[in-house]
């Protein structure tokens, strides 16, 4: 009898832990993918309308609790800003190689808008897709008209041939160019590598197999020259600056078990062997800073069950970070036992309870702004209570940026205000302070940095206005310095102050 009371406690204690929310963690990637291909409503809008709109989205998505911004910059061999290498993009104004009228920059003006929030971006590239239609006019400045060697069609698509070093030296330039000019945090790419499979039609590689192949396997040559691809974007990345972050987030499924022993239990198509994308080794050679599975489907289902596979890239992360990418309407279309009725409470969980796993990212960003079936006051109330800072990548840098200098509080024309300032030095360029944590404890409690409940902003201003009310209150602001790769400073600087 004793037995059996102990078992069912203890499965009533795990259901709980299950199923309720934990506290949120301190440190949590939250993201959200932003797509521009094939979405009509920026060539609608003026720049003073865009601008708002964009304005609006990021005050959504920051208040929800987002932390990073994955914005499609290139969906298609074209720009969401000026180049001198690829034309302006149809999705932004309705036609291949038209700038905008006035003249602006977006990926500009969303990378201070992010940075405003303390929100990171992430340029997100299409490497290989040219049109989606290969009968689709290509601005008299696209690179087609002075490379159609370098263009295949496969179905109604025009791609780059992955085979060719012309292509890859060409989207090593456009990246470079991109890190070269802009605040970016990371470059991050997609499922896109060699194209989904079209109803069993051969990809139109003989010419460059014939040329490049030498004799090697065709499918283990197509998986090279992904390889090679990725290899000298991370080169060219770090190279120009080191502290940004190179993420892939590649379609849900490696290999099926049937396929390879350590696949998943699942039955669907392969990075390695459809796509071929070898993000395994991507990992395991530390080409890339992050890993961003798009795990889409529910929990349960027959092919892929999203369950399933969380266990098995959480073994396979290989010391990188790993971020869950979710479907928003399937995961609140899904039907569970839990409290909301949908599988977003057990998706949370899992998230959270892997070692290997440190964050979150939802598809797409417009169904949190709209609150599809309540998720975005969902995820507020439940889920991203407070304030969480990116883990940090302690594989480029474990070391800590300098404590701030001269915090103090006084009163200002905006009201009781703690200030500080930054701290001395030509440090290396990676460890320089870019934003700054702000916790706040009573004069008698204990002081804990790993508790978030008890920070009260995120910021990359070096003042904070106070709350004060009639002074008769004791509390310790402690102020943390946090770097371009999210490591924070050990102790802090500390303030007492009667609010």
Known sequence: MKRTIFFITLLIFCFNAYVFPQQAPKREFRGAWIQTVFQPQYQKMDRDRMQRYFIDMLDKLQKTGINAVIFQVRPMADAFYPSDLEPWSRFLTGQQGKAPSPFWDPMKFLIDECHARNMEFHAWLNPYRVASQATEPLAVTH????????????????????????????????????VKRYDVDAIHMDDYFYPYPVNGMPFPDDASYAKYGKGTDRNTWRRNNVNILIEELNKSIKHIKPWVRFGISPFGIYRNAKSDPDGSDTNGLQNYDDLYADVLLWTRMGWIDYLLPQLYWEIGHKAACSEKLIYWWNRHANGRHLYIGQDVKRTLNAPDYSESGTQLERKMQLNRSFENISGICFWPASELIDNYGNIDTYLQDKYFTTPALIPAYTRISDKTPKEVRRLKARWTSQGYVLEWKRPRGRRNKIQYPVYYCIYRFRKDEPVNLSDPSHIQAITRDTGYKLPYLKGNDSWVYIVTSVDRIHNESKKGKKKVVRL
Not at 146 to 170: I, S, T
């Open 143 to 178: 690179i087609a008209h002075k490379h159609p060697e370098w263009l295949v069609q496969y179905g109604k698509q025009l791609v780059f041939d992955p085979g060719l070093p012309g292509p890859r030296e060409f989207i090593c330039d456009v990246v470079k160019d991109i």
